[in-house]
């Protein structure tokens, strides 16, 4: 019945279980009061700390402002622990276990033991002192009232200093000043309000550590009833050095208040970015998307039309066959024409292909060792030599197989406005459109007749086998290959890579995914052979 009860009642006020520490101390995160939750579910939460940088919580702030209601909030959440029951907090709090929990909230004086509310107050706190050890949580509302304002702030103080000393846990109230300056003077204590609208004259019961309240006396006092005459006096008698401090700390809450508006102005705004990135982000696969697709129509009315460019040459074809000399000529004069036409259709369509990625070549950009895509073979490889006056460059495709171009039949490289890499960390242009549109080698499983295993090999050896057993696969017709690097030093990983872009039997790779064998290995798209 017990643990049923103390289910039931955690699911009430939507409690959960804090992590427990062995050093005395809280961090509370949306901490509510159990009753008050159950009277109201949207009561305010509020964040607590202490015990980790500061033994001592000194709030002040507003009359009916809920620092007494803060200060139970703590102390059952404490006891609440103590005894294996879920609390009224976030679950990412945190609670110590406190062997000694003492209170003092209400007013103390006893007619019948002779007591006024001074002395019935210095009777609990006289037992405080003598309790007070590094596992106690020590709670005081309105800390030394009833008494000289000027002599019970001092005794406040004195109090608060003893209880620090044996390294209690202390939260207290007041409205003292003396102890609001306390904080700024000494790390051990820690100041914080309750926050009240001055617009409305209704507090907010929200909690703000490291900034002193202010009462709001007055203003309070006539939300209450009392006769504006009356307030007006009163104001003309408050000494003006307290109505400066008064004053003082007003604004700072005001600044506070101001900042906490603008921090949440920050938060709608980065919220309306994100957003509005995402929407781009949309569009631009849409964009993309729509690309493809008129691309891939493209493509289809192209193969239309060399349909019909074959239709057309069997034709012709058979009109030779059964035409003279002359006539044979005629046609092969046609057809070389029609030869040119298609490829230099086809040139175009290519080159169309690739003109987001490559440009048409600037001759005196082209130099020794920069890269170049070659239109016929759709293909990067890296030129070895120029000859101006031909207007042709000798590119290497991989190895040691080279080959000439005229200059019409290659492409440049576009600039992709990206800083300049350490040689060690150099990265070729197909892994770098691979990054940008995604890679188009397929997902591949592993087979005894589409690996190649470079391990423990060197990277010379393991170049050329690796070229050895491309050649291999990709004359048995096998789509795509596993090479198996794996990671060591990385030296094997890079030379692979980097001899990849040159090899006449690859079309794109990638680096493996997870159940591949992730960047161990690397997934080769082959040519067709």
């Known amino acids: 019945d017990l643990i049923a009860g103390a289910a039931s009642f955690s699911e009430a006020v939507r409690g959960h279980g804090p992590e427990v520490t062995e050093r005395p101390g809280m961090r509370l995160f949306s901490a509510r009061h159990p009753l008050l939750t159950l009277m109201n579910p949207a009561a305010v939460p509020n964040d607590v700390e202490l015990g980790e940088h500061y033994r001592c919580l000194i709030i002040s702030g507003a ?105 209690s846990c202390v939260v207290a109230t007041t409205h003292y000043n003396e102890l609001k300056e306390l904080a700024s003077k000494d790390a051990r204590f820690m100041n914080a309000s309750v926050s009240f609208n001055t617009g409305t004259l209704k507090p907010e019961y929200r909690l703000h550590t490291g900034i002193p309240g202010t009462s709001y006396a007055l203003e309070i006092a006539g939300n209450c009833g009392i006769p504006p005459a009356v307030l007006a006096r009163a104001s003309d008698l408050l000494n003006e050095s307290e109505t400066g401090a008064d004053a003082l700390i007003e604004r700072m809450q005001k ?63 058979k009109r030779i066959e059964e035409a003279g000399v002359a006539e044979s000529w005629k046609e092969y004069e046609a057809l070389r024409r029609m030869e040119e036409d298609v490829m230099e259709e086809i040139k175009d369509g290519v080159g169309e292909m690739f003109r987001d990625r490559y440009e048409p070549v600037n001759p005196e950009s082209l130099a020794p060792g920069k890269r170049i895509f070659v239109l016929p073979l759709e293909r990067e490889g890296e030129i070895a030599a120029v000859d101006p006056e031909r207007e042709t460059v000798t590119v290497l495709l991989g190895g040691n ?121 690397t997934i080769v798209l082959l040519r067709k052979g």
Request: aromatic share 2%.
């Open 255 to 317: 600044m506070e208040e101001e900042m906490r508006e603008e921090r949440e102005a920050v938060r709608m705004e980065r919220q309306a970015l994100r957003e509005e990135r995402e929407r781009i982000g949309l569009k631009e696969q849409r964009q993309r998307r729509r690309e493809e697709e008129i691309k891939r129509l493209e493509g289809i009315s192209f193969i239309e039309e060399i349909r019909e460019h074959r239709r057309g040459i069997a034709e012709r074809i």
């Open 63 to 167: 009359n009916t402002g809920g620092k007494t209601v803060l200060l139970k909030t703590i102390g059952l959440c404490a006891l609440m622990t103590l005894h294996g029951l879920h609390i009224p907090a976030s679950p990412d709090s945190t609670m110590g276990v406190f062997t000694c929990i003492m209170a003092d909230i209400g007013d103390d004086q006893n007619l019948a033991q002779s007591l006024s509310t001074f002395s019935g107050q210095m009777a609990v706190i006289r037992e405080m002192l003598e309790r007070a050890d590094r596992a106690a949580l020590i709670i005081i509302d309105e800390i030394v009232v009833g008494t000289n304002p000027r002599q019970g702030s001092a005794l406040a103080r004195a109090v608060l200093e003893e209880l620090t000393v044996r390294e």
């Open 401 to 521: 197989i080279t080959s000439r171009y005229r200059y019409h039949d290659l492409l440049s490289p576009r600039d992709r406005g990206t800083p300049k890499r350490k040689t060690s960390e150099k990265k070729t242009v197909t892994e770098d459109v691979r990054e940008t549109e995604g890679s188009a080698v397929p997902m591949t499983i592993q087979t005894s007749y589409n690996t190649v295993d470079l391990r423990g090999m060197r990277v010379l050896e393991g170049l050329r086998k690796m070229e050895d057993d491309l050649d291999g696969m990709t004359r048995s017709g096998v789509d795509s290959a596993v090479i198996i690097h794996g990671h060591g030093t990385g030296a094997m990983k890079e030379a692979v890579r980097s001899a990849l872009p040159g090899s006449p039997y690859v079309r794109d790779f990638r680096a493996g995914e997870q159940g591949e064998g992730g960047d161990g290995v």
